[in-house]
């Protein structure tokens, strides 16, 4: 189960909203960043041994 | 696991997804500080900075339960928390900006409405380890012991980001955490505050960076929960 909570619809309408208050580029780092973590967090799941 | 302290962990994936994300901010964003749960940096309280928890819940995480999540925030100062971004494993989320509002899955998302602490779901966070824990961990049972005659459920989820996450919503009326760390909550109170929640301290006071304590709920449930706090301290 994946969700997403945010402040539209998805990410483009999210970059749209952010680029009207002028911090579209911040948004875009954070979730270039958030992809990134979230890549490892799902390989490191897989290869975990617990 | 690596042992950070009394019952204190990261993995091995906190290490590194907290190093891929400092590295990628840092070539996207340099002109930003950055400040890490695993390996710290700039802490003081003025001008902007990103704040990350690589995983909240990391006992969750290791011990392969769901309930843990990556929290990613920009701090502007200590009371305002400007632009946030969090993404979970299972539950994923971000909001670009304070007023911009809080959604699920693309549907504009608040708070539940709950009339009385008798309907009420208490999250109540981990309990301390480690130094002064013990005294801690009094007023925590003792919380407990008040919400168990007076609420209508108590749950411990183990992921402080996500309690609140849950609670904005509508999932959880209240979350009470004995505790204040920037990474744990700056970017789950965005969200709070966005889907009409009431954050503060045990006072009453406006939560913020020297707060006691992290205490969000649903606005008809400040009073009852801040007295529950306040007796059992």
């Given at each position: 189960m994946s969700e997403e909570l945010g402040a539209s619809s998805d990410r483009d309408g999210r970059l749209a909203a952010a680029e009207d208050s002028g911090s579209a580029r911040l948004l875009l780092a954070a979730e270039h960043a958030i992809d990134i973590g979230v890549r490892a967090l799902r390989q490191g799941a897989l290869t975990s041994v617990r | 696991m690596i042992g950070k302290g009394d019952r204190d962990f990261a993995t091995h994936v906190d290490l590194r997804i907290e190093s891929e994300i400092r590295a990628s901010l840092g070539e996207t964003t340099p002109e930003i500080p950055f400040l890490g749960e695993e390996e710290g940096g700039r802490e003081e309280l003025r001008g902007a900075r990103w704040v990350l928890d690589?995983?909240?819940g990391t006992i969750n995480f290791a011990r392969d339960s769901p309930l843990c999540s990556i929290s990613l925030s920009m701090v502007?100062?200590?009371?305002?928390?400007?632009e946030s971004s969090m993404h979970r494993f299972w539950v994923s989320g971000s909001s670009p900006?304070?007023?911009a509002g809080a959604y699920l899955n693309g549907a504009r998302i608040s708070v539940a409405e709950v009339p009385a602490l008798t309907e009420a779901i208490v999250e109540v966070a981990d309990f301390k380890v480690g130094v002064g824990s013990e005294e801690e961990n009094r007023v925590h049972l003792a919380v407990l012991a008040r919400l168990a005659r007076e609420s209508l459920g108590v749950r411990m989820l183990g992921s402080a980001a996500l309690d609140l996450a849950w609670l904005a919503a509508g999932r959880l009326s209240a979350t009470l955490m004995l505790s204040n760390l920037p990474w744990d909550v700056t970017a789950g109170l965005l969200l709070v505050r966005e889907a009409g929640g009431a954050v503060f301290d045990y006072d009453g006071s406006p939560h913020g960076a020297d707060s006691r304590y992290t205490i969000a709920s649903v606005p008809s449930l400040v009073g009852p929960v801040r007295r529950i706090v306040v007796e059992a301290m």
């Open positions: - | 690589p995983i909240d502007l100062d200590a009371s305002r928390c400007w900006a304070r007023g």
